[in-house]
């Protein structure tokens, strides 16, 4: 008998991709490249605060948000009630990024075994108080076990007028950049957060030592969604030209509007809005307060850009801050220190993808 050889070559190892290396968006934008669209109604897909629907007179906006314990949020701090709280509010943010109306949300929910029924309420309580708040209607979900930890998915829905609604793409040369309340503090409170849970896993006798830090733990527990300044803009006649919420940090999200408009943007550092005591705060934990606002992420905030004409609107609503200026692409997308120096703006938001997190 002749002995067999196998002469077929091995076949060659296929390098495979990993999701550090492509990051969030990356993986976004892989997933999405080929989706094809069937219907003239859909106005917009894929990137920006929400989808966009023609409804006719109006247009429906749709955006979604998945929630991972362990990834965004941890329980050992989270009270379950600011959990669901958190979680419409996030979604509110969205639509009122896009200068809609939030209307109705859905929310699926996985739990493991460790949860109670009691443990559950508390979550609907949350999210009740925040549909009541904001005056969403929950209109259904769906409900599963999981193996391990709780999972929270939320879609919510919003409308607008046709021609009202406002996109990523629509700066123009020469806006002014503008953003409401201030930033940094819910992460100096995340930052707290994790350090108390530190010091209680060395030390289970030690008491969390957070009083005095309300605000800034109230900014990452209990978030709120600046639909106040949307309607107060709506009502003096302010029509943005590009809008996203800040929820990846300042830096990452002004990059969007860049973009996504074609533009650069003259970013003034001083003009940054950081509470007093998230600066001190910052410094305490050996970070440059204005590094918090360009990357702490999830303050929720509405970054925005409108016409320079529209100056005497905005300069009369309190609570917005005029931090910039949109240049041309060529220009470069650059943050201007107190002492002139122009520094380059680089994403380093939060991307749950990339390992160093
Ligand atoms: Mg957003």
Not at 91 to 104: W, Y
Not at 153 to 169: A, H, M, P, Q
Not at 250 to 276: M, R, T, V, Y
Request: aromatic fraction near 6%; proline fraction near 4%.
């Amino acid at each position: 008998m002749f002995e067999k050889k196998e002469t077929r070559p091995e076949p060659a190892k296929q390098r495979l991709t990993s999701l550090a290396e492509l990051g969030e968006f990356g993986l976004i934008e892989r997933l999405t490249r080929e989706v094809k669209r069937f219907h003239p109604e859909t106005l917009k897909g894929v990137g920006d605060d929400a989808a966009v629907i023609d409804m006719g007179e109006k247009v429906l906006l749709v955006s979604t948000d998945l929630l991972i314990e362990g990834i965004h949020f941890d329980l050992t701090y989270m009270p379950l009630m600011h959990l669901g709280y958190k979680a419409v509010v996030v979604n509110v943010s969205d639509i009122a990024a896009m200068n809609g109306i939030p209307a109705q949300v859905t929310v699926s929910i996985a739990l493991s075994s460790r949860f109670s029924a009691e443990a559950i309420d508390e979550i609907y309580a949350g999210i009740r108080l925040a549909c009541d708040k904001y005056k969403v209607d929950l209109v259904g979900g769906d409900t599963s076990t999981s193996t391990t930890g709780l999972m929270l998915s939320l879609t919510i829905l919003g409308t607008v007028n046709k021609g009202d609604e406002v996109y990523r793409s629509g700066a123009q040369e020469g806006d002014l950049l503008c953003v409401t309340g201030d930033l940094g503090s819910a992460y100096m409170g995340l930052l707290l957060l994790e350090r108390e849970k530190s010091v209680f896993k060395a030390n289970p006798a030690m008491q969390p030592e957070l009083s005095g830090f309300d605000y800034q733990i109230g900014r990452q527990l209990r978030p709120e969604a600046r639909t106040d300044i949307r309607n107060m803009m709506v009502g003096t006649g302010l029509k943005p030209t590009a809008m996203i919420d800040i929820s990846d940090g300042l830096s990452s999200d002004l990059l969007h509007i860049c973009k996504q408009s074609n533009l650069g943007c003259n970013l003034f550092e001083a003009k940054i809005p950081i509470d007093e005591q998230t600066r001190e705060l910052a410094l305490e934990f050996n970070i440059i307060p204005v590094v918090a606002a360009l990357s702490g992420g999830e303050d929720y905030e509405l970054l925005f850009t409108i016409s320079q004409k529209d100056y005497d609107k905005v300069k009369d609503i309190s609570g917005i801050s005029i931090i910039g200026h949109m240049t041309a692409a060529s220009q470069g997308k650059n943050m201007i220190t107190p002492d002139g120096h122009v520094v380059p703006l680089t994403a380093q938001g939060w991307d749950g993808m990339k390992p160093e997190r």
